[in-house]
């Protein structure tokens, strides 16, 4: 059998995104250089290119249907060549047996690259083949040709994990000022890197969903259903107008926030050494968030921050949904720590025992604090419909019984009561949210595990 059919050229490391991590938005800013550096201004000059994500390499380039480029995404805070030498001969491997013309590999740090470094450094067995194939035909300097660290700027060849928002929004502002009719204002750059973000993000959960379900395995070499970026989808996004864009404006923003946190989270179970089962489950929920159209995310933020009533359309009036200890503290920590998967249901994120509804939230509160807490629920009318469902709410730290007893609103509700004919429907709702109580993480835990 030749190395050509022996090597698994094709990898999946899907199950390793986190949302909008640095590696999808690495793969956004290297289509907008495509797009950029041969001079696309349409959909239709855009349909010979693609983007590809996680097959042939992190990210692939494809033109006519054939790579042009592939690129390696790492983001090690070490700048030794000894962490970079089985990324860079993999590169090589791939770049020669697929013949593809040019090879990127993408650092956070500067990392200097010659052949003389690479030619002899340890390696992974997969990889070990890659360099003894390329020595044995005698072209491996030769192929060392194709290869490049990322040029991200004129004098700079890496990009900090802090620089990437910026260096992707400039290349937009770029884009705009190249064509006609698109306004360039915050406002529209902004919005159409949250939309492109959101285009990447949707295909990295595309293939989340057919692992998930079965329909397709993991490294699976005799896979079609590579669904891939066109760039001709990625040019509509870069010429529409968002200036009149408003309620959807904010929700993107919102969902941004949420997969920043998420990145911050992540980096913090990995240090802490979180079992990897754990962290699956959690990237799981997340991306199941993320994956709810816009209306249902803003209702999700709705619901886990339920005392918090929005009543204007502005971006600080959002981001009250999603309080960074709220978020942290509570919802994060709730999901880690039960580390289950829960229900999908009404645009909310839920787990059930014996017919009863657990909802996790974003409450960030001592117990002190929980009769406010129960009061901005109560008054909060718009929840009246979102919560009708929910038995419990699970909270960082507060327990609370009922929250209308908690509130002093009412006295205490009895199930005679709940379920008396006569009374309108609203009010039955009513008192059926005020029968809610709100639990402990720990208390949750334990309620359950089972």
Known sequence: MSITEDLKHFHDATPTWSGYNHQGKVALLIALDVILNE?????QEAIPYSLELE????????????YIAIHQVKAYKNQNIS?????????????????????????????????????????KDKNEEYRTTLNDKNVAEQTFEKFATYLYSSDRSYCPLEDI???????????????????????????????LLEQIHENVLKRHSKIQAGIVKQNDQNRLDIDSIEFSEIVRILIKNYEDSSNSYYTYTLKQLLSQYTDEFLGQLYEEQVPVDIVTIFKHVIDTILSLDHEEFLLFCKKISPHTNVKKLN?????????ADGIYDS???????????????DNDI???LSEKIYMPTAIHASQDQGQRIARGILNNDSMLELLFSIDT??????????IGVHAQKVMEISAEVLGEEGIPEEENKFIKIKKIRIIDVGKSREELDV
């Not at 928002?165 to 890197?193: A, G, H, M, P, W």
């Not at 600080?316 to 999603?322: D, I, R, V």
Request: charged share 25%; hydrophobic share 45%.
């Open 39 to 43: 001079g696309i201004k349409s959909e």
């Open 315 to 323: 971006v600080n009036e959002f981001h009250s949904l999603l309080p």
């Open 393 to 402: 709410m699970i909270s960082e730290r507060i327990n609370i019984p009922s």
């Open 55 to 66: 097959w042939v390499e992190d990210v692939a380039i494809k033109k006519n249907n054939e």
């Open 331 to 345: 919802l994060f920590k709730i999901i880690k720590t039960l580390a289950r998967k829960p229900e999908t249901r």
């Open 83 to 123: 962490n970079y030498g089985d990324a860079i001969w993999m590169l090589l491997g791939k770049a020669h047996l697929l013949k593809i013309p040019k090879a990127y590999l993408h650092t956070i740090l500067s990392v200097e690259v010659n052949f003389l470094d690479i030619k002899d450094i340890n390696l």
């Open 165 to 195: 928002d910026v260096l992707i929004q400039e290349r937009i502002c770029t884009f705009i000022n190249s064509v006609d009719n698109v306004v360039n204002t915050e406002k529209q750059i902004k919005f159409t890197y949250l939309n």
């Open 350 to 352: 839920r787990y059930a």
